[in-house]
């Protein structure tokens, strides 16, 4: 029994063919990368097939966007960082990486999507980020704090199922 997923009817399907090109079925059109970035950047659930065998392949296709930034500017990603979770990978604690990484870019965007309705400017956060802790609106440095300490516990957390303590 197969079972459609909860968000399969606003899906962005696009089909990607052996020659590699991307074929958006919504607007019956061939995009490029940069345009799958731009859906993405949109919020627009975005599902990517092969063309051939049907196989989801939008994994790979956000690696690449990814991969791409990454080589294109200024990295998001150390070396460091980079080579850490390589080393996750095969490791009995992969599954809690890829859902402690998950739940912490989840909780940073909770937060600037918060502080951009509460400011109505979308560009708040970088603005924020540049002041002085003293001069934060009332209860942002408290926010932000109160963030860094989840972030902090959930770390020490991980880091307990390993064994390792501070």
């Known amino acids: ?99 402690y990484i998950e739940k912490n870019l989840q909780m940073f965007t909770d937060f600037q999507t918060k502080l951009a309705e509460q400011t109505g400017n979308t560009d708040a956060w970088a603005k924020m980020m540049q002041m002085p802790q003293a001069m934060l609106p009332a209860g942002y440095a408290e926010q932000i704090q109160k963030m860094q300490e989840q972030m902090r516990q959930q770390t020490e957390q991980m880091m307990g199922m390993f064994g390792l303590k501070r």
Not at 41 to 47: A, D, G, P, S, W
Not at 54 to 79: H, K, V, W, Y
Not at 86 to 92: E, K, P, S, W
């Open 1 to 99: 029994m197969t079972t459609t997923p909860p968000n399969a009817a606003t899906e962005r399907v696009i089909k990607k063919y052996p020659n590699r090109r991307l074929y958006d079925t919504s607007t019956s059109a061939y995009i490029t990368l940069g345009e799958v970035k731009q859906l993405v950047l949109q919020r627009e659930n975005v599902l990517v097939k092969d063309a051939k065998t049907g196989e989801d392949l939008t994994r790979s296709i956000l690696l690449q966007i990814i991969l791409e930034e990454e080589a294109a500017g200024i990295p998001m990603f150390s070396e460091a960082a980079l080579a850490n979770i390589i080393r996750f990978y095969g490791h009995a604690m992969q599954g809690h990486m890829g859902s």
